[in-house]
């Protein structure tokens, strides 16, 4: 899976991006840094959409963009069928992932999908907007207060996607959580919250002995 991560020019300058970080845990994945994607920002993309307008009719799209909505489709229905599509000659899968704040990351998208919608597919992980989304005190996962359950860091996003799309995937998706975890665990020690929650008590608890200390 090739994977083509828009990201948003805030977060070059914000330390808890997990981009760059991500970025070395791939072997394919290509960073464009804006606020909209268009023809001429990556060849592979342009290729994409070139083939999809010499073959409008055609039903099969081998790219992903990921973003939850009441039109996305499950990507794990969407994967099977890209499975289960008899041809041989048919290129490996590209994920589209758009890295922002909730706001921008709307924003990008809606900017985009004049370009995206000629050779892309809309697909989401599982998302509750009427929930609310969890913090650092809550996951060991979440670096930044999420909008909605189901919300993730772009980090973990990727890798539960590459888990669906990728024949090792479940082995993908293990290396990079980790990393992630070890992120976060990071910058929770670094917390000093007057009323811990249960879910930061659990997480301090487990990075740091019953004896030691916190400064």
Same mark, same amino acid.
């Given at each position: ?133 969890g ?10 207060k ?30 990079? !959580?980790?990393?992630?975890r ?31 200390? !916190?400064?």
């Amino acid at each position: 899976t090739k994977v083509i991560i828009l990201h948003h020019p805030h977060e070059r300058r914000h330390k808890l991006a997990t981009v760059p970080i991500l970025s070395k845990c791939l072997r394919d994945c290509e960073i464009i840094v804006g606020r909209k994607l268009k023809y001429g920002q990556s060849k592979l993309l342009d290729s994409l959409h070139d083939r999809a307008c010499e073959n409008p009719n055609s039903p099969l799209r081998c790219a992903l963009y990921l973003f939850p909505g009441p039109n996305a489709s499950p990507l794990v229905e969407t994967s099977r069928a890209y499975s289960s599509h008899d041809n041989a000659d048919m290129d490996d899968p590209v994920l589209v992932v758009f890295d922002g704040t909730w706001k921008h990351a709307k924003e990008m998208v809606l900017a985009s999908l004049s370009f995206l919608s000629k050779f892309a597919i809309q697909v989401c992980l599982d998302f509750d907007a009427g929930a609310n989304g969890g913090t650092i005190f809550d996951s060991e996962l979440i670096l930044r207060k999420e909008p909605f359950a189901g919300c993730m860091s772009t980090m973990e996003a990727v890798a539960r996607c590459l888990r669906v799309l990728e024949p090792n995937g479940i082995d993908i998706e293990s290396r990079i !959580i980790e990393v992630l975890r070890a992120m976060v665990s990071f910058q929770a020690s670094f917390l000093k919250p007057s009323k811990p929650s249960r879910g930061l008590s659990k997480l301090m608890k487990n990075n740091y002995p019953a004896n030691e200390e !916190i400064d």
